[in-house]
């Protein structure tokens, strides 16, 4: 199965503006009142705005003009009526669509992250996490800005701009198409112009992500930076990413700039046109002053809203492109359903029938693998780097599916197992220990249903019975040392403690440790050894290690490389084999 | 997380000024495009004014008005244009040299500085605060000088035109600015919790995705997603109550100058029909406060600009101000390789990471320290390779103090591997020549004696084979053999190991040190272990235990005399005869 996502195409786009618009339907679902209030209120605010002018116009003309200052009174009650409508409507339509645009941030945040957590570890490792951090936090974070600010602006300015347009064209039909014609060379120019301002925003983008990536690599780095005195390799490497993102900025400042006074120009333009056409029809009689003034405020009425888009248009396509982001990982299934079965096949803990696995594509890394692990015993296996060790561990906890042949768990095909009923009976101590922030404690009985609601007292019982509460002094505050968000204050030994106790504390029938004590002195693994020796007689444990007492007390050992899991039988015949498979390699 | 209330407290934007000052001319050219662009707009209004009054009248010029108006549009089109071009260069300009005065200071500080002050911050400060300064230079300075200006013009025109009406008109302003004022003080800690929620959901979501194996280890989705829930909720609850106050902001606004219009029309409309005021001047009052109210909105925007960018600012300043570390001497002489530990303090955090740790090492012999996890190890390499600066005590290397060395001379001669495996996204070549000094010949013997060549004649473009940022197609043992081959390619006089074995198996691992003792003869050797079994023919072994060295001396000393050490052989005992096997 792929997972893996498109990271190439940078390019946002090329839709129709419809197109995007429409992509944009299914996550607006259950909001159909509320945008229909919100367009309906944006069509009354529009209306107050465009009245408002024509308005004006009428007093001008049929009362200033004929000294009836009765009438401009009445007539300004009007005006204000009009104005409250506008007020009360455009509150309205702000905070519905405001509510909306929340809302279906959350809404899209939650499918997202349901669906992350649908999906299996194939997927994770077929993507950055870096890529995958960004896809949820940045993209969605794009839409959010759409929807709170644009979306708002670009219905009620295309609103506007619409009914400004209507009205120019319908009042005088030779006027309004002439105070159109800037309007349309206006939108030919920004066609034109559009790829090169998106070449060069793009090329901006991408200097800037190379220049964040090398500051990233060397302040991570910066141990070994002062340690080799390369500080001239931060700051060259860096010299130089600097350069190369002030001028890839400067030339799309210089692009993405030319709208705005491109569409100041086209609006002056249009007032000229109106004002200069239109005094030859007052001089001709075709037209009156005040009707001249009401023009003038809808051509500004026409291009201060076209003019905003121009602005919120680069938002909408950051928003779409976030989108289509988003959506790639939600059009995403997992391939991993239980497959009902109910056959049984022998009574060992765990075992592989003619097993073979490839990851996505790639070539086999097990290839018909037999054997099976008995009740009660320990397991070793060994093996070179690269020999298919981890891969063998993570089928045995359905971690991928096998790409041919059966894994069976107390017999019965691992795929008929729920999620719940593999996570109660496996542990899985992972080579690359993980801790969520919070505090030891908090990681210990992370995700642990029997320990979840007890007071910190009665864990430390817990612990004592199981023989685990010598291993918390090697941390400064016990079960409440903190552990950060990036875990920097513990070191690797210590990560790998809290893991083996996680794990051991959840009492699995089948105890999986991959190279999890690597890091851990070997004073701490004897009790570690000791600890698993307590383990209820039924327990089933696998080790692979690199240290070999970490394995002396393995009941047998299987020797795993080149696609191959084959037992080893004694001790003596397992180093040898290592040694051997060794030279090969 | 270090009390945000702190940075917040009254950010000064009188250091943000200054800090244009050197770009004077530059912030000169853009104020004065911004104000001629502006004027040359004010005079629009007049242009119309002019044009329907004289509509009727018999000596007025089509032609000039349309010339005049063209040359308008013209002229405001390149000064805005003109204008924004400037402002793209100042504010460009003002990051490139922020970043790499930021760049100066750090490269300036010792590793415990980036330590402290930590990479992540320090990317921010490089990243998103000078893009906050950025935007201050690129958004707030032309909006602001020129929303002043249309203020302050816009006014005086119309009070030029009909005084009572205008100030009648310019009630609003205050109108305005106060319901901003209001909205923007309440609003700006929702924005700030907004960005906490933010922060907060990001982690739980970053946490999911990086732990995404454990997760489904134990099927603890539901457990994520609860936590997720919560943050996600909260942030939305912040969204809609600052939707909430914006949404009533905006049209309030278009309400207040709404009645402005409708007081022109209505006053104004008096004092055309009474005769004081023409028709023409009573269009140009309507087009006048429509320039009049978009300033003062912008100036409430960039009022949360110049704040943001004066909180970044500071931010980037305290880096800025950080006093350098402690220069060291200038001393450079070819290192005999006698090393002595005295009474050595290291605080790491709130407790001692190492007390009052004595031993010395004598030139050419090998010692190895060996101790439980978290016993401090690691900051003694630290602190004998002068990447921190212990508390208290000495580190001396030919009876004279480390700080006494040239810092470059002393990296150069003095060479650590470190724990974790750091990969540049370089060819593998640069990678382990990483120091510029290493020579053809350097390089080959080290890779030689890290058993790398084999590993080389694998790769298709050999030693020119790029190697990605986190060395993900390479195997652990692979990466820590680079790291040995990158330290032992500085033909140093002092190699100090940390924990070099736990990734290489025994029999590699004994290869590599009998190449190293061949390869590299009179090397002093310290060396951070686990394994017993390697280091029982070494000169000394240090027992390092909770910071504190417990005991010193030979292994047949030890064995005798260390309660501890022999709690740690008996641990590996058992192993021993598959250890020598190898």
């Not at chain 2, 925007?301 to 300043?317: H, K, L, P, T």
């Not at chain 2, 890290?450 to 790769?459: G, H, K, N, R, W």
């Not at chain 2, 079994?533 to 005991?551: F, K, T, W």
Request: with cysteine; hydrophobic share 45%; proline share 3%.
């Amino acid at each position: 199965m792929h997972y893996r996502l498109n990271t190439q195409d940078t390019n946002q786009s090329k839709e129709p503006l419809r197109v995007g618009l429409t992509r944009l339907l299914p996550v607006m679902a259950g909001e159909g009142r509320n945008v229909a209030l919100a367009v309906f209120a944006i069509i009354i605010s529009s209306a107050t705005t465009l009245t408002a002018p024509l308005i004006i116009a009428y007093i001008v003309d049929r009362f200033i003009a004929t000294n009836d200052y009765q009438g401009v009174f009445v007539w300004s009650g009007l005006l204000l009526g009009v104005f409250l409508i506008g007020l009360v409507s455009s509150y309205v339509q702000s905070r519905t669509m405001g509510g909306v645009g929340r809302r279906i941030l959350f809404n899209l945040r939650n499918a997202i992250f349901t669906k992350l957590q649908a999906l299996p570890v194939a997927f994770f490792n077929q993507n950055k996490s870096g890529d995958l951090i960004s896809r949820i936090n940045n993209d969605t974070d794009k839409i959010n800005q759409f929807f709170a600010q644009a979306l708002m602006q670009f219905l009620s300015n295309a609103a506007l701009m619409l009914g400004a347009g209507v009205l120019l064209v319908s009042l005088n039909v030779r006027l309004g198409l002439a105070a159109l014609v800037p309007a349309i060379i206006v939108l030919i120019a920004t066609r034109m112009l559009s790829g090169w301002v998106k070449r060069a925003s793009f090329k901006s983008l991408q200097t800037l992500g190379g220049l964040s990536g090398e500051v990233q690599e060397s302040l991570a780095n910066f141990k070994v930076i002062v340690a080799f005195n390369r500080l001239d390799y931060f700051r060259n490497k860096f010299a130089g990413a600097n350069q190369a993102n002030y001028s890839a900025s400067v030339k799309a400042g210089v692009a993405s700039n030319i709208f705005l006074p491109l569409y100041g120009l086209a609006a002056n333009l249009g007032t000229l046109i109106v004002l200069a056409y239109g005094i030859i029809l007052i001089g001709n009689g075709e037209l009156t002053t005040g009707l001249l003034i009401g023009y003038i405020l809808y051509v500004t009425n026409f291009y201060t809203p076209m003019r905003q888009l121009a602005s919120i248009w680069a938002s909408l396509q950051l928003a779409l492109a976030g989108l289509d982001r988003i959506s790639e990982v939600l059009a995403l299934n997992s391939d991993m359903t239980i497959v009902p079965s109910d056959e049984v096949v022998g009574d060992a803990v765990m075992a592989f029938d003619d097993v073979s696995f490839s990851y996505s594509g790639g070539q086999d890394v097990l290839s018909d693998i037999c054997f099976s692990l008995e009740r009660g015993k320990t397991y070793a296996l060994i093996g070179p780097t690269g020999g298919g060790k981890t891969t063998t561990a993570s089928l045995m906890a359905r971690l991928y599916d096998p790409s041919a042949g059966t894994v069976r768990l107390n017999g019965r095909d691992i795929r008929a197992f729920t999620a719940e009923e593999r996570a109660e009976t496996i542990g899985f101590i992972l080579q690359e220990p993980f801790l969520f922030s919070g505090t030891v404690g908090d990681n210990i009985v992370y995700g642990n249903p029997a320990y979840a609601d007890l007071a910190g007292g009665q864990l430390v019982d817990r612990l004592d019975e199981a023989g685990l509460s010598g291993l918390l002094k090697r941390f400064d505050q016990g079960l409440e040392t903190p552990v950060s968000a990036s875990g920097d204050a513990m070191s690797l030994g210590q990560k790998q403690l809290i893991a083996f106790m996680r794990a051991a504390l959840r009492n699995p029938q089948l105890l999986i440790l991959d190279e999890a004590t690597a890091n851990i002195d070997t004073v701490t693994e004897k009790l570690l050894e000791e600890i698993l020796a307590a383990l209820p007689a039924q327990t089933t444990t696998v080790i692979i290690a690199h240290r070999l007492n970490t394995i002396n007390n393995a009941d047998e050992i299987f020797f795993v490389n080149g696609g191959t899991v084959t037992p080893a039988g004694s001790m003596e015949s397992a180093v040898d084999m290592l040694l051997n498979g060794q030279m090969q390699s | 997380m270090s009390s945000p209330n702190s940075a917040r407290a009254r950010p000064n934007s009188g250091k943000l000024f200054a800090l244009l000052v050197p770009y004077w001319r530059w912030i000169a050219l853009l104020v004065g495009l911004t104000i001629a662009g502006n004027s040359l707009n004010l005079v629009g209004p007049q242009l119309i004014a002019r044009a329907i009054d004289g509509a009727g009248t018999a000596n007025y010029s089509l032609t000039s008005l349309i010339e005049q108006f063209l040359a308008l549009a013209a002229g405001v089109f390149i000064l805005t244009y003109g204008q924004s071009i400037v402002q793209t260069l100042a504010a460009e300009k003002v990051a490139r040299d922020l970043r790499t005065k930021l760049i100066a200071t750090i490269s300036g500080q010792d590793f415990a500085f980036v330590q402290k002050v930590t990479a992540s911050k320090l990317l921010t400060n490089l990243t998103s605060d000078v893009d906050a300064v950025k935007s201050f230079v690129s958004q707030a300075i032309a909006s602001i000088v020129s929303s002043l200006f249309l203020i302050v013009g816009a006014s005086i025109l119309l009070m030029l035109i009909d005084w009572q009406l205008a100030l009648l008109v310019l009630m609003v302003v205050p109108i305005i600015g106060f319901s901003f004022y209001f909205v923007l003080s309440r609003v700006r800690p929702l924005f700030r919790r907004g960005q906490e929620a933010l922060d907060w959901l990001n982690k739980v979501i970053n946490e999911s995705i990086l732990g995404s194996s454990l997760i489904r280890l134990l099927n603890s989705q539901a457990l994520e997603y609860d936590k997720f829930i919560v943050a996600n909720g909260e942030s939305k609850a912040i969204g809609l109550r600052i939707v909430g106050m914006f949404s009533a902001l905006i049209p309030i606004i278009i309400f207040v100058t709404n009645l402005a219009t409708l007081a022109i029309v209505s006053f104004g409309g008096h004092l055309v029909i009474s005769g004081t005021m023409t028709l023409g001047d009573f269009t140009a009052f309507n087009s006048y406060l429509g320039i009049l109210i978009f300033p003062i909105l912008i100036i409430g925007f960039m009022s949360n600009v110049v704040a943001q960018a004066s909180a970044s600012y500071e931010r980037i300043g305290t880096v800025l101000a950080s006093p350098p570390p402690e220069p060291w001497g200038r001393r450079d002489d070819p290192l005999h390789g006698d090393i002595e530990v005295a009474g050595l303090n290291v605080r790491y955090g709130d407790k001692l990471a190492l007390e009052n740790v004595s031993f010395s090492v004598p030139a050419g012999s090998r010692t190895a320290v060996i101790g439980p996890t978290a016993a401090g190890k690691t900051q003694l390499l630290y602190a004998m390779s002068g990447l921190i600066v212990p508390e208290s005590g000495h580190v001396r290397y030919d009876g004279h103090e480390i700080t006494d060395y040239d810092k470059q001379a002393l990296h150069q001669q003095v060479a650590l591997v470190f724990q974790d495996s750091v990969t540049f996204a370089l060819s593998l070549r640069e990678n382990i020549a990483f120091s510029n000094t290493v020579d053809d010949l350097s390089l080959q013997k080290a890779i030689e004696t890290a058993e790398l060549q084999d590993f080389v004649a694998t790769l298709p473009d050999g030693l020119d084979t790029i190697i990605s940022e986190r060395g993900t197609s390479l195997s652990g043992g692979q990466k820590q053999r680079i790291m040995l081959a990158r330290a032992l390619a500085l033909n140093p006089r002092v190699l100090l190991l940390d924990d070099f074995t736990a990734r290489v198996d025994s029999r590699t691992e004994s290869k590599i040190l009998a190449n190293v003792a061949a390869n590299y003869p009179g090397l002093t050797l310290v060396s951070v272990t686990q394994k017993i079994g390697p280091i029982e023919n070494y000169d000394q072994v240090v027992v390092l235990m909770e910071g504190a060295a417990l005991a010193i001396g030979t292994h047949a000393e030890l064995i005798h005399t260390s309660p501890e050490y022999v709690q740690i052989h008996n641990s590996q005992q058992s192993t021993d005869d598959y250890a020598l096997q190898a």
